[in-house]
């Protein structure tokens, strides 16, 4: 258990508006990735960190941004929300096994 | 491209049976990870097995093991003696270390498990 906690845990949002998602964990790992969950897709790659200093883009970045504020902290932000971006959004961190551990999710509606 | 299929949307699995699930992958790469990650209706994702693939023992966990098989791209998830509280979706997933991937996973679609008591 690599103890990875996200707020909100729900969220429900207007199209345009700012929002933005937390992620902490309490083990010291470097690596934290961001996924989206869509019905039917599984899950995708947002952003992922290897540090404070290093974020790279995945595989659906666009409408999205990232700020590594700390080593035990990865925020998601949209910066225009939008209906397309409703969805459940996870945060992951890997270990030195490069084993990846999930957070409990936020699920966000955006309306 | 590494892609990742589960070619069972659902499976349904009497109590203390046991039921299998299928994944196939396809990499060009010689040294990956595999996983099966387990999400109940909490939503939660949860890691239940993880195999190397340099490893040609297969892993287990408990009532949960792994078949195995790198040359025809197979990684299959056994469930044994099957409780209530493995109804969830399993997920299938795959993971590399290069400088293009940097340990993502390349998830499946899920293949839902319905425990019937």
């Known amino acids: 258990d690599a103890d990875v906690t996200q707020t909100p845990r729900n969220r429900i949002t207007k199209t345009g508006k700012r929002i933005m998602l937390e992620c902490s964990q309490t083990?010291?790992?470097?690596?934290m990735y961001w996924y989206r969950q869509d019905p039917g897709l599984g899950l995708r790659l947002i952003y992922y960190s290897f540090d404070v200093k290093d974020i790279n883009k995945g595989e659906i970045s666009d409408g999205y941004s990232v700020s590594r504020q700390a080593q035990a902290k990865f925020s998601l932000s949209l910066e225009s929300a939008i209906p397309n971006q409703t969805a459940l959004y996870f945060c992951?961190?890997?270990?030195?096994?490069?084993?990846?551990?999930f957070g409990p999710g936020t699920r966000l509606t955006v309306l | 491209a590494q892609t990742v299929t589960q070619s069972q949307p659902e499976m349904s699995v009497q109590e203390a049976e046991t039921v299998t699930l299928s994944c196939t992958y396809d990499?060009?790469?010689?040294?990956?990870?595999l996983f099966w990650y387990k999400q109940p209706p909490s939503r939660q994702m949860i890691l239940v097995i993880r195999?190397?693939?340099?490893?040609?023992q297969n892993a287990t966990e408990n009532r949960f093991s792994v078949n195995f098989q790198k040359a025809a791209k197979s990684f299959s998830l056994k469930i044994s003696d099957s409780q209530l509280g493995d109804a969830a979706m399993y997920f299938c997933?795959?993971?590399?270390?290069?400088?293009?991937?940097?340990?993502?996973?390349?998830f499946g679609a899920g293949t839902q498990v319905v425990v019937t008591p």
């Open positions: 083990k010291g790992h470097d690596r």
């Open positions: 997933a795959l993971s590399y270390m290069t400088t293009d991937s940097w340990g993502k996973l390349q």
């Open positions: 992951a961190i890997a270990t030195d096994t490069d084993t990846q551990y």
């Open positions: 990499t060009s790469e010689s040294d990956y990870y």
């Open positions: 195999q190397e693939a340099y490893k040609q």
